[in-house]
C-alpha cells in the first residue's frame, strides 16, 4: 500500500533515494549534454544531490518539510555551478518557502510544491515552455497535477501522472531548437537531443513517483 501522504522523515529518504538515481544516469546525463553542451550535466546532478543526500541525513529529526527543501535547496546551489545549479537550488528552496509551516506533503502541497517550482524556474531562466530546458519538464510535471480529475487524486497517482507528464515531455524537447542559454547558438544542431536539464527533471520525479509506491 503506497502512502498517501509524505512525511519530513519520508522526505529526506526521497531526496537519498534520487540522489542514487540521479547517480546512476550521470554518464547518460553527461552523454545528453555532451550533443549540445559542454557534457558536464551529469558531475553537475550528480554533485548537488550528493551535497543534498549529506545534508538531509545531518537534518535534525525535528526538520520540517519546508526546513527539508530550503536546506536541500542551499545545499545543491552551494555545490555546484552554472545554470542547473543555481535553478535546481532555487526550485528547492521556492518549494520550501511556499510550504512553509505544512506538516506533511499531501495532494494539495504537491501541487503547491510544483506551482512553486515552474514559477521559480520561468522566473529565474527567462524560458518559456517550449524553449527546450527543465521548464518544459517541470511545466508538464505541474499540468498533470493541476488537472488531476478528482476521483483520481491520491498522492501516489498523482506523482505518477506528474512522473510519466514530466518524462514525455523531456523527450519531446529532442525535436525543440533552444531559445534560451548556451544551447541555443547551436541553432539546428540541437534537434535531436533532448534538453540534459529537463531529463533530470524527469528522473526526480520518477524516483520520487518510485519511491513512494514501493514504500
Ligand atoms: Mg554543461
Not at 536541500?72 to 535546481?88: D, E
Not at 535531436?192 to 528522473?203: E, K, L, Q, T
Amino acid at each position: 500500500m503506497p502512502k498517501l501522504n509524505i512525511t519530513p522523515a519520508d522526505l529526506r529518504r526521497i531526496l537519498c533515494f534520487v540522489a542514487e538515481a540521479i547517480g546512476k544516469e550521470e554518464a547518460y546525463l553527461n552523454s545528453l549534454d555532451g550533443a549540445i553542451g559542454d557534457g558536464d550535466h551529469g558531475i553537475t546532478m550528480r554533485v548537488g544531490f550528493e551535497a543534498v543526500k549529506a545534508t538531509v541525513g545531518a537534518l535534525d529529526a525535528s526538520v520540517t518539510i519546508d526546513g527539508v527543501l530550503t536546506e536541500s535547496g542551499a545545499a545543491f546551489m552551494g555545490a555546484t555551478g552554472g545554470a542547473i545549479g543555481v535553478l535546481l537550488g532555487r526550485m528547492l528552496m521556492s518549494a520550501g518557502a511556499a510550504l512553509q509551516g505544512c506538516k506533511e506533503i499531501g495532494t494539495s502541497e504537491l501541487r503547491v510544491l510544483l506551482n512553486s517550482m515552474e514559477t521559480a524556474v520561468a522566473s529565474a531562466g527567462k524560458a518559456k515552455p517550449g524553449d527546450k530546458t527543465i521548464l518544459d519538464a517541470v511545466h508538464a510535471a505541474n499540468q498533470a497535477v493541476a488537472t488531476t480529475a478528482e476521483a483520481d487524486q491520491s498522492l501516489p497517482n498523482m506523482l505518477s501522472r506528474a512522473s510519466l507528464a514530466a518524462g514525455t515531455a523531456a523527450q519531446n524537447t529532442a525535436g525543440m531548437r533552444a531559445r534560451v542559454g548556451r544551447a541555443s547558438r547551436l541553432g539546428d544542431r540541437v534537434l535531436g537531443h533532448p534538453d540534459p536539464g529537463a531529463v533530470s527533471f524527469s528522473i526526480i520525479m520518477r524516483a520520487m513517483a518510485q519511491w513512494l509506491e514501493e514504500n
